[in-house]
């Protein structure tokens, strides 16, 4: 489990072909690998993944075809990510519970400054949409978030600088894709409505 509190920004050194899959290098400055173990999970981009190698600050993880396909920005060697490591039960739960899951992919619809922070309205695909409320959490590219709106298929958030001083959403723009994960609580809701119902059609 995650809490989409960012602890560093990391990069893809690369990303080698393993027989469909992709194991990925990433290169740390300051998420600290001195507690980290073989086996251990981090999220990238938030994506849970598991280190299988450590090299001083670098740790290496593989990724199987099936993730890939429903996620983005694994595959780009150069490109700059959001990093967390799991939580331990006496961390603090700075944003919400994340499980590094990534439930589909959303494309930035708009990304501009308003003044004391940037607002930033993501299409989701529309089998998420109805996950998705109004002060709910949503977590894009592993970070912990609060929507503000919801049209459609489409929401909208607000960064405050230090969200983009301290992540990757800084670099987004209008067209980029982005792992998206909804709230587990509504996955919970749905689920136990829909038991309910199959018990008293």
Known sequence: MFSGIIADTGLIKSAQNREGGLRLTVATEVLGMDDVQLGDSIAVNGVCLTVVEIDGNDFSVEVSR?????TTGL???GAHINLEKALRLCDRLGGHLVSGHVDGV???VAFNDIGESWRLVVRAPQVLAKYIAVKGSITINGVSLTVNRVAGCEFEVNLIPHTLE???LNELEKGARVNLEIDLIARYVERMMQAEKEQNP
């Open 66 to 70: 099936e993730t890939l396909d429903c």
């Open 75 to 77: 595959e780009r060697q």
């Open 106 to 108: 959303g494309e930035v």
């Open 166 to 168: 301290v992540t990757t």
